[in-house]
């Protein structure tokens, strides 16, 4: 059980946040609603217990989705700064020519990579570092198609515009990686991905626009096909 939570309406959408911080949950404030809910839907750990065994390793602050860590790092304000994009996009909605995409943004260079949760969440901060890569936490990226950036949401309750970067490559989940994928499974993958309404036309100009590369589920995929020429 988490010591604090709350539950928020995020245009017409209800989500659970706990933590073992009560500022977090006084910030929230502003956007409670009184509707009973059990589940927790994200949640923020900023001082977790540390193993008995001083030999063990550290455990990290982290914020989840359910029972899944998104992330884990030592940098609560980072941690803390995601978990209010997440919030915000929760209750954004997007207009024709944007996509929203499940996945995360990791920057290098002032360039962005859009990669699968599946793969990402397995990956730890340092290690996204020692590739060369800074992590930007999400659970959805909203992508322009005609400019080619990704839209990096402002955090909830900011006056700060988001964030926008040139998108670089588009990496999607593929049960068989190696196999040849044509133009048009990647438009019906995209398509079968997208978050909320979406338009053939815009996927098919960002197919045509983006490099789309697909790999399998998982950590090890990921650390290859971000280390690859």
Known sequence: ????????????????????????????????VDVERSVVDLALETTPAQPAERS??????????????????????????????????????????????????LVREGRATVVPLGGARFVAHRQFERLGFD???????????????????????????????????????????????????VVARLLGNALGEVALHDAVVLVGRVPVRCIASGREALEKALTAP
């Open 1 to 32: 059980m988490w010591p604090h939570s709350i539950t928020i309406g995020l245009d017409g959408t209800v989500v659970v946040v706990a933590s073992d911080d009560s500022s977090i949950v006084e910030e929230l404030r502003p956007w409670s």
């Open 56 to 105: 063990a390793p550290r455990t990290l602050p982290n914020l989840r989705h359910g029972s899944d860590r998104i992330a884990t790092s030592p940098d609560v304000a980072m941690l803390r700064a995601a978990l209010m994009r997440m919030l915000a996009a929760h209750g954004s909605r997007h207009a024709t020519g944007f996509l929203r995409l499940p996945g995360m943004v």
């Open 135 to 185: 992590p930007v936490y999400a659970q959805s990226v909203l992508i322009d198609v005609a400019a080619v950036e990704a839209v990096i949401d402002a955090p909830l309750g900011s006056t700060e515009s988001p964030r926008r970067l040139p998108l670089e490559t588009l990496f999607l989940f593929h049960r068989e990686p190696d196999a040849p994928v044509t133009r048009g499974t």
